[in-house]
C-alpha cells in the first residue's frame, strides 16, 4: 500500500521570504503521479503543482517549485517570495494505478 | 465546464438517522471518488467508481457506508444509523482517466449531535 508522510505538522515563513515543505512517500510502483494542494480556510482543494514520476525534470509553477528525489522517494514544495495568500493546509499526494493518497498535512503560516 | 457539485453542503443530523449525499462529476468524467476529511487531517480515501462499476473500496467504509454511481453519471454516498464519528466533511472528485487531473468539489460537512 502506498503511503504519504509530511513530517512537519506547522511551518511558518515571514512575508517575502522563501519556505520548503517536505514529503517523503513510499510505493513499489514505477509509474506515479505526486501533487501538492493546497486548502485554505474555505477547504476548496487545489492543485498547485504535479509532478510525473518519469520526469527527472523537478517541475515549476510560477512561485512554487518542487525537488523530487526518486531514489529517495521525497517530494519537497518550495514556495518562494511567500505572500499572505499563500496561507493553507498544504497536502502531499501520490497517485498511482488506482486513488489519490494524501498526507497528514502542513499547515502554513505567513508572517506580515 | 462547470466543476464538481457535491450537495448539500451542510447537514446537521441527529444521530442514528441516515444521511445521503449526492456528487455531480464534470461532464464526461467516468472516474468519480469519494474521500473523508476531519479537521486537522488529510482527506482518506472511501470508494472510486470508474463509469458505474464501484472498483475500490476502504476498509474504512463499514458496512453502514454505501455508495452508488447507477449510471455512470452522479454518485450518491449513503451513511445508514449515522454515529458521532461521522462528522466529518465528505469530497467527491472525479477525473477523466487515471492519469490525469482530479478535481475536487467544494465538499459536504456532516455534523452528526
Known amino acids: 500500500a502506498q503511503t504519504v508522510t509530511q513530517s512537519q505538522p506547522e511551518m511558518s515563513v515571514q512575508e517575502a521570504e522563501t519556505v520548503t515543505l517536505s514529503c517523503t512517500y513510499d510505493t513499489s510502483e514505477s509509474d506515479y503521479y505526486l501533487f501538492w494542494y493546497k486548502q485554505p480556510p474555505s477547504r476548496q482543494m487545489i492543485l498547485v503543482i504535479r509532478q510525473e514520476a518519469y520526469k527527472q525534470q523537478n517541475a515549476t509553477e510560477n512561485r512554487f517549485s518542487v525537488n523530487f528525489q526518486k531514489a529517495a522517494k521525497s517530494f519537497s514544495l518550495k514556495i518562494s517570495d511567500s505572500q499572505l495568500g499563500d496561507a493553507a493546509m498544504y497536502f502531499c499526494?501520490?497517485?498511482?494505478?488506482?486513488?489519490?493518497?494524501f498526507g497528514q498535512g502542513t499547515r502554513l503560516t505567513i508572517n506580515p | 465546464d462547470t466543476g464538481v457539485s457535491q450537495d448539500p453542503r451542510h447537514k446537521i443530523t441527529k444521530r442514528g438517522q441516515n444521511v445521503t449525499f449526492r456528487c455531480d462529476p464534470i461532464s464526461e468524467h467516468n472516474r468519480l471518488y469519494w474521500y473523508r476529511q476531519t479537521l486537522g487531517q488529510g482527506p482518506e480515501f472511501l470508494t472510486y467508481?470508474?463509469?458505474?462499476?464501484?472498483?475500490?473500496k476502504s476498509r474504512l467504509l463499514s458496512d453502514r457506508f454505501s455508495a452508488e454511481r447507477p449510471k455512470g453519471s452522479f454518485s450518491t454516498l449513503e451513511i445508514q444509523r449515522t454515529e458521532q464519528g461521522d462528522s466529518a466533511m465528505y469530497l467527491c472528485?472525479?477525473?477523466?482517466?487515471?492519469?490525469?487531473?482530479?478535481?475536487f468539489g467544494e465538499g459536504s460537512w456532516l455534523t452528526v449531535v
Open positions: 472528485a472525479s477525473s477523466l482517466g487515471w492519469d490525469s487531473l482530479i478535481y
Open positions: 467508481f470508474q463509469n458505474e462499476a464501484q472498483l475500490e
Open positions: 499526494a501520490f497517485r498511482g494505478a488506482q486513488k489519490l493518497v
